[in-house]
Structure formats: C-alpha cells, structure tokens
C-alpha cells in the first residue's frame, strides 16, 4: 500500500529527505511545503510536487497518511503535534522537541491514537554504531564502567551567522545541532540519561548560542561518563560522532566508519583476544536509493515498515518517547531542567564570563 | 546534441586521499590529511603518477585545488598533456554554508562579486527572483575559474549533487548542466553517481544519451544502488559510458581480485583510483593494463 506523505521544511535536510521519500516505492510525496516561496516556486518549475507556504493549509487541503517534518527545531512541537491530532504518522527530524512538557503530551496523544512516530536520529542506522550496540548487549565488554561521547564539526567557525541555528530561542546552538547525536548515542548503545553535572559551556564564535558544550552524564543505569561536543572545530571535514566505552573485558571505539572493539582476552571463535575491527563497508545493507549515507535511506525505510507493520518495535528506530528523552538531557544540559543554584551552575556563568573575555581579548577588538 | 567524442584514458587518478577523505577509517583520513596539508605533498605525488603514465586526474573543485592548479599552469612544459576532469562542486563546502547562513545567504557566498552580473545579486531579495538557470550557470564558472587556462575534456557533477537532483526528480537540471558544458566549455558532462540504473533512465528521459557515467563498480557490490546484476548488464549494453570507482570498495577486495572484476565488465572505459605511495601507483596501473584487453591497454600510455 502507498503511504501518502507531506513534507514541511525544504532546507539542506529536507531536501534530502525530499529525494530520499520521493525515491521510495512505497511512499507518494503527497505535498510539500515551506514558508521561502523562492524554493516552492521553483520546486513548482521543476518537479511536479504539490506545493504549500503554509503548514496548515497542506494539512486541511491534503489527503495525507503521514507527515516529514524538517523545519527550524522552535516549529517541531507545534507541527507535529497538529499532524498527531489530524491522525498522522510522524517522522520528524532532531532534536524532537524544546519544551520537555510539550513533548511528553504529543507522545500521549500518537499513543492514544496508534499512530508511528520517529525522529531523525540517523546515526542509529550506521552500521558500526548498530554493531557497538550489539556488542554491549552481548555482554561483550563484561560490566560497563566508562564512557565518552564526542561530536565534533566545522558548523561556525567564524564570528558572523545569520541562520535560526544562531539563535538560541529557536533551537539552535551546539547542544541541540551536535551534543544531540552524541546523547543519542548513548541512549541507543548504553541506556538514557538521567542527570547532567559539571557542564561546561561556551560561545566561541557565535553571540547567542554554544559553541562547545562538556559534561558528566550519568545514565539511569548508573552508569557515568562524559559528552564532549563542539561545532567550532575546524579541523573536521564534517561532523564526527564518536563513543568510547570501557568495560570490566574489553573497549569499543566506534565513529561512522568503523567499529573497534579490545578484548582481554578470547571470549568466543569470532571474538578473539586483542583488537577486531568492524568497518561499516562490510555491515551496511543495500538501500534503494543513496543520498549521501545508506542510514539517511535506511531510517526512512524503517519509518515506513514500521507503518505497515502497524507499530512494530524496533531496536534501532528512535521513535518519540526515546527522543524526549534525549531532549530532556539537552535541556538539563542548558540549564532549563535545573535549579540553578543546584551543581556548580552557578559558578559555571563565571567561568563562562572569564572564558568569552579571554577569548575576546584573543580574538582582539572587532570581535568584542 | 553534439556527439561524445573525447577519448577518456584507460586510467584515471582520484583525489579523495588528498583531502582527509577515506571510507574504511577516520584515523587513515585524518593521517592523509596531515600528509598532504602542504601541496606540494600532493603535486609530488601527481608527478609520480604522472612518470608511471597517468595523465589524467580526476578532482573535486575542493578549494585547495587551487593551488594544484597553479602548479600544472606554472609547469606546462613539463606536462603538456595534463588533463583535468573536475568535479564539482565541494559538497561540504555549500552544506556547512547552508547550515551557516541558510540557503540564500549560501548562494550570494558563492556568486561572484563582480562584473555586471553583481548589481542583479546585491540583496537577498534579487537572489530569489533570479531564474535557476542563470544562477546555475554562474556556479558552473564560479566552479570552473580555477581551472582556467587548463584542460578540462570531461566535467562532472558530483554524486551528492546528481543523486539529490535524481531523488527529486529534477531531469531538467541535467539538461541545464548538459547543454552549458558544451557550449561554454566546449568539454563532455559527466555524472557521478551511486544510483546507476535510476540516473541512466533518467538522462535517456530527457534525451541525454551515452553519457559518462562514473560510479562504484566492483566485486563486492559496495554501493552499487539499484543491484550488482542490473549494474552488469547496463555496462554490457553499451547504453553509457562507464568509469569505474571504488573498485577495492575502500579495500574490502584483495587488489588483483578488484581489478581482475572491474575488466571482466568490457563496456567500462576508464578505471579511477586514488593512491599515495609510488609503489602502490604503479601496482596498480600495471594491473589494470595487465587485466585490461586489446587496444585499451595503449590509451593510458602518455
């Protein structure tokens, strides 16, 4: 059966979302939309895709089975929670959304309504990071003790940025464009977060919003460890996730290329003492159509078996209820969950302060 | 349409071990990138290609190509038969630009500042009202700039580019890229690609025939979208012409094995490959030429 989808929001990401879906035998793009009638207009020109500047009027105007939602992060909340109430399927991209409690009533209503929900998460989808986690699950590094989550990447690596990204009411800001795929992560391979301590943030370059952002996450299994991001770092080619894991028999290193586990000592035929490396190559599946990553393909793919198999769960797909919870260690991480006099966050605003004069007077005066 | 008549070499050399690109490791990416962050690291090693026999390299319009270029301008004489088959554009460079200063502001980056056309991109507003046609145009030569006074016989798109046009369906931007290549620089368009079989349907939609298509092409079936099989027996049709990359799949297949497959299929012309060390270079161009049958052998011979 052909699920009829409208997409909202035609940036880098839902343009590529836009070929991806467009490319799926099993979905119809039904309808897109964006507010910048520039791109719906030469969408109009060049495609035969239904266009709308409006949300809503795509919504009452479209027969639609689900909704893509790759807009600003500050509209996600509001559109997908319409998109809920109209019976819609959901796959929206990260992070879910801003307002904790916002989220929790959208994921109540998609429950009572039985409908799909999934967030772009797509890291999940690559196959070193599938293999991390099947290993950890195994039992294969023993009893977790340790981990770190790093991403690292050249988004703003100079003083002036004009883009919703830079705005922190909107969303954007490290901690939800880059600390989210490493929180992700560590939900995916290691279990949630449940609480933040010793953050340390700061601007580098942007006026509004983290450039880097490190902290001590400890997991609701107790397990503790440390995120490290920063989108100021120009000597990346793209962003780079990566996730250490110590463990009482062995180590994973892991990034989107390979999977390097250390084992102490021979736990079975195929998992020998000493290193073994699993690269992505050798573990990705074929998809239907690639664009830039098999995973980007791979979780539309699971987006729409999940709709045909009304729901099914599924280890890798991370659907609204596992986002929040990523959502709610980014806002922990800002500061929106805390006391603020509560764990050093105090002291974190001088040392914030310091920092950014530090900086300036490095940067010298037309950067003040 | 004019007819494809440049002869393409039998070998091609890559870039992507240039510039921090590699598909197996991180680590290996960013050790290449240190190797070659001084240019003449990279020129050293085009002029060690360039003894075994490899004329023609095949770039992506990655800024530090500059530089490169400027090297084969200064030295002519030395290489009088170089060729360059760029690929543009630098992916990352207009996606980091997007996440920085959203879509319009990416653009007005990237157009030129000067000349006549500059009044028309002065404020966002003109961007957006300007046809998609003369904007592609001018990122064509905003591309092409560096390579001027070089030869320059096949342009391409690069893959994320072509395959996000394909997804949406976009046939009329392959015309567009078509027809300016050879009207303005009288060279042949080629299409890079992870989704053969779709893009060549595609092209022949909107009456692009036998064009150079570069793609995966190898044992292992590493991104070859669309299936190995179907791959196979489009080369084996004669329906494009077929350049093929990533053989080793980042060096899941033993060397000779790779080879040994890629020149089964007789319909690809060219083979491309990257490579850092002498040994490596020859090694592989001399399996290629071992493997490779007939009169094809003598066309990567300088």
């Not at chain 1, 997409?7 to 070929?19: E, F, Q, R």
């Not at chain 1, 293999?131 to 977790?144: D, I, S, Y």
């Not at chain 1, 250490?244 to 035929?269: M, P």
């Not at chain 2, 070859?224 to 196979?232: D, F, I, L, N």
Request: hydrophobic content about 40%; overall charge negative; aromatic content about 10%.
């Amino acid at each position: 059966m052909t699920i009829r989808i409208g997409l909202a929001g035609l940036g880098k990401m839902g343009l590529s979302h836009l070929a991806i879906v467009n490319a799926h035998p099993e979905l119809e793009v039904a309808a897109v939309c964006d507010g910048l009638s520039y791109l719906t207009n030469n969408l109009k020109k060049f495609t035969p895709f239904n266009c709308y500047n409006d949300y809503q009027d795509m919504l009452a105007n479209e027969q639609l089975d689900a909704v893509l939602i790759a807009t600003p992060s500050k509209a996600h909340a509001t559109m997908a929670n319409q998109a809920i109430q109209a019976g819609l399927h959901v796959f929206c991209e990260k992070p879910f959304v801003l307002d904790i409690n916002e989220g929790q009533k959208i994921i109540t209503q998609a429950a009572t309504n039985d409908l799909v929900t999934q967030v772009g998460y797509h890291n999940r989808f690559v196959g070193a990071f599938q293999k991390a986690q099947q290993l950890v699950a195994e039992g294969a590094l023993g009893t977790v003790y340790h981990f770190r989550a790093e991403a690292y990447g050249p988004v703003v690596i100079r003083p002036q940025s004009a883009t919703w990204r830079s705005k922190k009411s909107e969303g954007g800001g490290v901690v939800y464009d880059y600390a989210c795929h490493a929180l992700d992560l560590v939900n995916f391979v290691l279990g949630p977060v449940e609480d933040v301590s010793g953050v340390i943030r700061n601007n580098i370059f942007s006026k509004d919003v983290d450039d880097e952002v490190y902290c001590s996450l400890t997991l609701k299994n107790n397990l503790q460890g440390q995120l490290a991001a920063n989108w100021s770092d120009e000597s990346q080619r793209k962003m780079t996730t990566k996730l250490t894991i110590w463990g009482t028999t062995g180590q994973i290193n892991v990034d989107r290329q390979e999977c390097a586990l250390y084992l102490r000592n021979e736990s079975t035929a195929s998992l020998p003492k000493g290193w073994s490396i699993y690269n992505t190559t050798e573990l990705t599946d074929e998809v239907w159509y690639y664009l830039r990553g098999e995973e980007y393909s791979a979780q539309i793919d699971e987006f729409v078996e999940r709709i045909n198999t009304q729901n099914k769960k599924t280890t890798t797909a991370c659907d609204f209820a596992t986002a929040l919870e990523t959502d709610r260690a980014c806002a922990m991480i800002n500061g929106l969950e805390t006391d603020p006099a509560a764990d050093g966050k105090v002291d974190q605003v001088a040392v914030r302060q310091s920092f950014t004069q530090r900086l300036r007077g490095l940067l010298g005066a037309k950067h003040a | 349409m004019p007819e494809n008549n440049h002869e393409m070499d039998r070998v091609i050399f890559g870039d992507n071990q240039f510039f921090g690109v590699n598909h197996m490791s991180e680590e290996k990416a960013r050790a290449q990138a240190i190797r070659f962050q001084d240019i003449a690291a990279v020129t050293n090693v085009l002029d060690t290609a360039y003894q075994i026999g490899i004329r023609t390299f095949m770039c992506t319009t990655h800024e530090r190509m500059a530089q490169v270029c400027d090297y084969f301008r200064a030295n002519m004489e030395k290489y009088p038969d170089y060729q360059f088959y760029p690929c543009m554009p630098y992916a990352h460079k207009y996606a980091n630009a997007v996440t920085e200063q959203g879509m319009i502001g990416a653009l007005k980056q990237f157009l030129p500042t000067d000349g006549k056309i500059s009044a028309l991109f002065k404020g966002g507003k003109a961007v957006a009202q300007a046809d998609v046609q003369s904007i592609a145009h001018l990122l064509i030569d905003a591309e092409m700039k560096t390579f001027e006074g070089l030869s320059t016989p096949v342009i391409f798109v690069q893959n994320v580019i072509t395959d996000l046009l394909l997804g949406l369906g976009v046939a009329d931007a392959f015309k567009i890229f078509d027809e300016y290549i050879r009207e303005r620089y009288n060279a042949e368009p080629g299409y890079i690609t992870m989704n053969l079989p779709l893009l060549l349907e595609t092209l022949n939609s909107c009456g692009i025939e036998n064009p150079i298509i570069c793609s995966n092409i190898n044992k292992a079936a590493f991104r070859m979208c669309g299936g190995q099989a179907s791959y196979e027996k489009l080369i084996e049709s004669g329906r494009f012409r077929p350049i093929a990359m990533s053989v080793f799949a980042s060096g899941a297949i033993p060397a000779s094995d790779a080879i040994n497959y890629v020149c089964e299929q007789k319909g690809i012309e060219s083979v491309v490959f990257g490579a850092s060390s002498r040994g490596h270079i020859q090694e592989t161009y001399d399996l290629i030429l071992r493997h490779s049958q007939g009169a094809e052998m003598e066309l990567a011979a300088p």
